[in-house]
């Protein structure tokens, strides 16, 4: 199923490609170029099942070790509000 409408704003959803960036241990992963329907009005994405399923793989990969990943340059800043 390919979703037309945004769940959180109703914009509307056009094919693109984003990045995804999540916490590995200490570490930060970037996943580039990742096929997604992003929202025109709050840039939400949403993955085709495949796509879920091989960002999943990748994840898994990167918290077993078995993915080579380097260190990136990044700053880390806790909300205390």
């Keep these: 199923m390919i979703l037309e409408w945004c769940t959180f704003c109703k914009g509307t959803l ?4 984003v990045e995804v960036i999540a916490r590995v241990r200490d570490g930060i992963i970037v996943i580039k170029e990742v096929p997604a329907f992003i929202c025109d ?9 495949e796509i879920s399923r091989k960002i999943d793989t990748v994840m898994k990969d990167a918290h077993s070790g078995r993915l080579c990943c380097r260190p990136l340059a990044t700053g880390e800043v806790e909300f205390t509000g």
């Design 41 to 49: 009005r709050c840039g939400e994405a949403y993955y085709r099942a």
């Design 14 to 17: 056009h094919e693109g490609k």
